[in-house]
């Protein structure tokens, strides 16, 4: 089965999602920051799924999601924006960029899962 | 002496202040109880400040706007809050990360829209912050600890923060799904 690539510079969300996942039976590659996950989803072909913070340092969740997003190989990879951010202007922003879905923190475990499973499998 | 100008931006300030530390007061009581975690409201000084404490800080800035929340707790909170065992310092990072979330979140609908800046965590004892204005922490107790938030936010001259003038944000735990 495919990966679920996790994207957040906590490590304790990482850890958290990881966990959820494990339990809906995915598993789970990590990044740090935008610039680790750029260059994760680039370099590992068996990514199925991205969950990406938004404030990071570095490069941050929307800026990764744009860039990526420009590659055409990963046009139809699944994105959701997990973030403490509710701001309408940036889940407009993310959703034009090619995201499919935002979640707000804290996150609902078995949400989380549902919503992978649905993206990860249509 | 101050001018009359000056009385009232002193005024406007201490009503901005006010109104932000609502703002946050809400954040945090919310913040941890969605973690399992119960805080009362306590006066400042009434707060336990020798244990170990673990501090986050997060910067606002916007246009014509600026502040910074420091949410510092001890060891307690931080690891009842914690949903796994992992390290307290990067949890207290997320946790400050959420607080400022949720106040940028709650600050849109006056129109103010903030930048935040990613956290900075401090692990020491007696930690505090020195702010612009002399002012004390909110402060919150709970079994065996307690939890203090300093926040500080200014606008410029002409800045208004009001209710309704800006627009509504999604809410903590809000799953959006675009099909």
Same mark, same amino acid.
């Not at chain 1, 990514?47 to 990071?56: A, E, Y």
């Not at chain 1, 990963?74 to 997990?82: K, T």
């Given at each position: 089965?495919k990966k679920v690539l996790?994207v957040d510079d906590s490590?304790?969300?990482?850890?958290?999602?990881?966990?959820?996942?494990?339990?809906?039976?995915?598993?789970?590659?990590?990044?740090?920051?935008? +610039?680790?996950?750029?260059?994760?989803?680039?370099?590992?072909?068996?990514?199925?799924?991205?969950? +990406?913070?938004?404030?990071?340092?570095?490069?941050?969740?929307?800026?990764?999601?744009?860039?990526?997003?420009?590659?055409?190989?990963?046009?139809? +990879? %699944?994105?959701?924006?997990?973030?403490?951010?509710?701001?309408?202007?940036?889940?407009?922003?993310?959703?034009?960029?090619?995201?499919?879905?935002?979640?707000?923190? %804290?996150?609902? %475990?078995?949400?989380?899962?549902?919503?992978?499973?649905?993206?990860?499998?249509? | 002496?101050?001018?009359?100008?000056? *009385?009232?931006?002193?005024?406007?300030?201490?009503?901005?202040?006010?109104?932000?530390?609502?703002?946050?007061?809400?954040?945090?009581?919310?913040?941890?109880?969605?973690?399992?975690?119960?805080?009362?409201?306590?006066?400042?000084?009434?707060?336990?400040?020798?244990?170990?404490?673990?501090?986050?800080?997060?910067?606002?800035s916007g246009p014509r706007? *600026?502040?910074?929340?420091?949410?510092?707790?001890?060891?307690?909170?931080?690891?009842?809050?914690?949903? #796994?065992?992992?390290?307290?310092?990067?949890?207290?990072?997320?946790?400050?990360?959420?607080?400022?979330?949720?106040?940028?979140?709650?600050?849109?609908?006056?129109?103010?829209?903030?930048?935040?800046?990613?956290?900075?965590?401090? *692990?020491?004892?007696?930690?505090?912050? #020195?702010?612009?204005?002399?002012?004390?922490?909110?402060?919150?107790?709970?079994?065996?600890?307690?939890?203090?938030?300093?926040?500080?936010?200014?606008?410029?001259?002409?800045?208004?923060?009001?209710?309704?003038?800006?627009?509504?944000?999604?809410?903590?735990?809000?799953?959006?799904?675009?099909?």
């Amino acid at each position: 089965m495919k990966k679920v690539l996790v994207v957040d510079d906590s490590a304790t969300v990482r850890q958290q999602v990881g966990l959820a996942l494990k339990q809906g039976g995915f598993e789970m590659i990590e990044a740090t920051d935008g +610039l680790d996950g750029a260059a994760k989803i680039g370099s590992l072909p068996d990514i199925g799924m991205v969950i +990406l913070d938004v404030n990071m340092p570095g490069m941050n969740g929307i800026e990764m999601l744009e860039k990526v997003k420009q590659i055409e190989a990963n046009a139809s +990879l %699944p994105v959701i924006m997990l973030t403490t951010e509710g701001q309408h202007s940036l889940i407009e922003r993310a959703k034009k960029a090619g995201a499919k879905g935002w979640i707000v923190k %804290p996150f609902k %475990p078995e949400l989380l899962v549902a919503a992978v499973r649905k993206l990860i499998l249509a | 002496m101050k001018t009359n100008q000056a *009385r009232s931006q002193v005024d406007h300030g201490g009503q901005v202040q006010q109104l932000v530390e609502g703002i946050a007061d809400e954040a945090c009581i919310g913040l941890f109880e969605a973690y399992g975690v119960a805080l009362e409201r306590v006066p400042p000084l009434s707060a336990p400040d020798h244990d170990v404490l673990y501090s986050g800080v997060i910067g606002f800035s916007g246009p014509r706007m *600026r502040g910074m929340c420091v949410l510092a707790a001890t060891e307690t909170p931080i690891r009842r809050s914690n949903p #796994i065992e992992g390290p307290l310092n990067d949890w207290v990072a997320e946790l400050s990360n959420q607080l400022a979330g949720r106040m940028k979140n709650k600050l849109l609908s006056y129109g103010a829209d903030v930048y935040l800046t990613t956290p900075v965590v401090l *692990r020491g004892e007696h930690l505090a912050p #020195i702010p612009n204005r002399q002012q004390l922490p909110l402060a919150y107790a709970l079994p065996g600890g307690g939890v203090f938030l300093w926040i500080e936010f200014d606008l410029d001259d002409g800045m208004s923060l009001s209710p309704g003038s800006g627009t509504a944000a999604a809410s903590e735990g809000d799953a959006l799904l675009f099909f």
